[in-house]
Each structure stands twice: as C-alpha cells, then as structure tokens.
T-cell receptor, first 117, second 111 residues
Framework: DAGVIQSPRHEVTEMGQEVTLRCKPI?????LFWYRQTMMRGLELLIY????????DSGMPEDRFSAKMPNASFSTLKIQPSEPRDSAVYFC???????????????FGAGSRLTVL | GENVEQHPSTLSVQEGDSAVIKCTYS??????FPWYKQELGKRPQLIID?????GEKKDQRIAVTLNKTAKHFSLHITETQPEDSAVYFC??????????FGKGTMLLVSP
C-alpha cells in the first residue's frame, strides 16, 4: 500500500486566497483525521470522519475552515480566506476500525506545509 | 476532555546513555497509549504502543511502561544513538474524538 497520500506537499499563497489540501487514506481504512502542527500548539486534531461522515469538527478553528469526504478514498481541507496565522503543516491520517485484539495504528501522511504570506 | 502533559520538552544525552520521556493523562477511560517519533521535516511514525491491560512493553532498545493508577506512562530508550534524535510524541486514546497528543519532546543524542 502506498500509505496515506497528501497533496500538495508545499503551498505558498497570499492572504485572502483559497487553499485546498487533499488526502487519500489507506484503502480500507474507515477513519480519517486532519491535524495541524505548529511549533506553538503542537499537533491539533481539526476534524475526523468515520465512513465518510464527519464525526467531530470541534477542533476546526473557525468558519474559514471546512472539510469534506465525498467518498472513502478522498478528503479535502479547505481554508477560505487564508490568513498568515494558518501557516502550519497539515497532516492527514487514517485508521482501520480496530478489533478487540487489533492495534489502533494511526498512520500519517507526509503532510502539506502551508505558508500564507 | 483529555489532557496529556509531556516532559521534558527537550532532552540532551550522550550516545550510549538512556533517555526517558514521561507523560501524564487525565482521562481514566483512556486505554491505549501510542508513542510517535517525528524526524525533522517528516511525518510522525508509530514506534511503540501499549494498552491499558499491560504494564510494560519492550521492543529492542525501546520500552514503554504504564501506571494506570497514577495515570502516567513513560518511554525508555536505552543505548541511544544519533539516529534516535527526533521529536517524540506520546498520546492517550479513549475514543477517536479524544486522541490527544502531548506537546512533544525533542531528543538530541550527541556522538
């Protein structure tokens, strides 16, 4: 398996522009998470999906952020309009529903580094 | 919600020494505790994990201990090597909406 695939790997944009980050989870994984990582705040959970349905979006910082998962193999995180304080590395991660004896292995993508000027 | 505290924030050791990173959690319902290693510019990767029904788990030079009563767990790395230098994150997991990461520990291993 190619693992969790994210694009773009790097994005530089100007304040006010729309940013769309993309994620393809591991095939068969039924949970998908979006995290944001900064030096100041560490790893923050933004939102997660189960079977394409958003379950908890309490970590989404504000209405400028939105996430969708139209099917089991694709999710987007959109920021509109973007601001300099949104600059961070955004990670997507996926997980297979664990069995009683299974391991909850959360697998991260390589991340999308966003810089908003 | 869950709160995970991780200490120290930075740790410098000489090659060959041991390193210990400690985490505490607040939610007694947490039952799974993974540790992730993140090298500079790369993604976090799972290195070891432990479930609440186990007190200790070892994998070669790394081990994790868990004290459920005290609600703390620790990562132990023995015979450290320069390639162990990275940021290490602990996490506590009681349900998917409450997977909470610590702030991370930057480990520097000097040759």
């Amino acid at each position: 398996d190619a693992g969790v695939i994210q694009s773009p790997r790097h994005e530089v944009t100007e304040m006010g522009q729309e940013v769309t980050l993309r994620c393809k989870p591991i095939s068969g994984h039924d949970y998908l998470f979006w995290y944001r990582q900064t030096m100041m705040r560490g790893l923050e959970l933004l939102i997660y999906f189960n079977n394409n349905v958003p379950i908890d979006d309490s970590g989404m910082p504000e209405d400028r952020f939105s996430a969708k998962m139209p099917n089991a193999s694709f999710s987007t995180l959109k920021i509109q309009p973007s601001e300099p304080r949104d600059s961070a590395v955004y990670f997507c991660a996926s997980l297979l529903e664990p069995t009683v004896s299974g391991a909850n292995v959360l697998t991260f993508g390589a991340g999308s580094r966003l810089t908003v000027l | 919600g869950e709160n995970v505290e991780q200490h120290p924030s930075t740790l410098s050791v000489q090659e060959g020494d041991s390193a210990v990173i400690k985490c505490t959690y607040s939610d007694s319902a947490s039952n799974y505790f993974p540790w992730y290693k993140q090298e500079l510019g790369k993604r976090p990767q799972l290195i070891i994990d432990i479930r609440s029904n186990v007190g200790e788990k070892k994998d070669q030079r790394i081990a994790v201990t868990l004290n459920k009563t005290a609600k703390h767990f620790s990562l132990h790395i023995t015979e450290t090597q320069p390639e162990d230098s990275a940021v290490y994150f602990c996490a506590a997991f009681s349900g998917y909406s409450t997977l909470t990461f610590g702030k991370g520990t930057m480990l520097l291993v000097s040759p």
